[in-house]
């Protein structure tokens, strides 16, 4: 096996290992889109897995995000990557560990773009951990959407123009990533009480963020109208449909959906 297809395979196995909602529909893609769309998601995860870390203290992990914010703004040097991680590296995932592997992994057209969209989730996720994610108003809440979701949602976009010429609205992307995002918030909800963290505006009620949630999932539906790529298509529709059912779920009193209609809605669309 060669060290790009050895590469490859640990790549979609610690994806799986990361990502249920997102692993199904990488997996979907041709060879070109997996590589790309595994290794731009796994390089996000990685910072995510550190601004989420419950035994790292604040301030190192400012000083990791920022750190490897700087670092993605250049030509990314995997040894001083080595050297800000090394007194965690311990306590950090494989997924954060090993960043340096997933962008030698993404195509070269492409890696410039990824490297910009993760350095500005890395430096956005830096400045809402000095804030201890307070959100206070409705502005806050799409300040800290954009940079931990919208990004994505951006970054798609890049990547869809760079392989077919695909143009999208970037209001649009950025309104995808939010409202799968705002989906998880309702989700997670008692969770991050527990954790003392409220994503919450000052006053808004569980309806407020339904509404928030349905707002920007009717922007993610006007940018797959924008696609027509079936396999672009196809790994967009993959979580859009997983977060609407959810928060069907979600309305009626139910924690999440289950397994199998997880399973059952991704046939759906695969034979749609």
Not at 243 to 252: D, E, F, P, Q
Request: with cysteine; proline share 2%; glycine share 4%.
């Amino acid at each position: 096996m060669s060290s790009q297809a050895k590469l490859e395979k640990e790549a979609m196995h610690v994806l799986k290992l990361t990502s249920r909602t997102f692993y199904i529909p990488i997996k979907l893609l041709n060879s070109t889109l997996k590589k790309t769309i595994g290794s731009a998601y796994l390089c996000m995860r990685a910072i995510d897995e550190i601004e989420d870390h419950e035994q790292l203290d604040s301030e190192v992990k400012q000083q990791l995000l920022q750190g490897t914010s700087n670092l993605l703004k250049t030509d990314f040097d995997s040894n001083a990557y080595k050297e800000l991680i090394k007194p965690y590296q311990s306590l950090l995932p494989e997924v954060t560990v090993r960043l340096s592997d997933w962008l030698e992994f993404c195509p070269d057209g492409i890696v410039d773009k990824v490297k910009e969209s993760t350095s500005e989730m890395a430096e956005g996720m830096a400045k809402w951990v000095k804030k201890d994610w307070v959100v206070k108003t409705k502005e806050d809440l799409d300040e800290y959407t954009y940079y931990v979701a919208g990004l994505v949602g951006v970054m798609l976009s890049d990547i869809w123009r760079w392989y077919d010429g695909t143009e999208t609205d970037r209001d649009l992307a950025i309104g995808y990533g939010r409202g799968l995002q705002a989906v998880n918030i309702l989700r997670n909800k008692d969770e991050d009480a527990e954790r003392g963290v409220r994503f919450f505006p000052d006053g808004w009620t569980r309806d407020d963020m339904f509404v928030y949630a349905e707002d920007n999932l009717n922007k993610a539906d006007q940018y797959m109208k924008q696609i027509e790529t079936k396999n672009i298509l196809l790994f967009c529709k993959i979580p859009y449909e997983l977060a609407n059912r959810t928060l069907k779920a979600l309305k009626s009193g139910k924690e999440k959906i289950s397994r199998v209609e997880v399973e059952t809605t991704v046939d759906q669309i695969i034979k749609e």
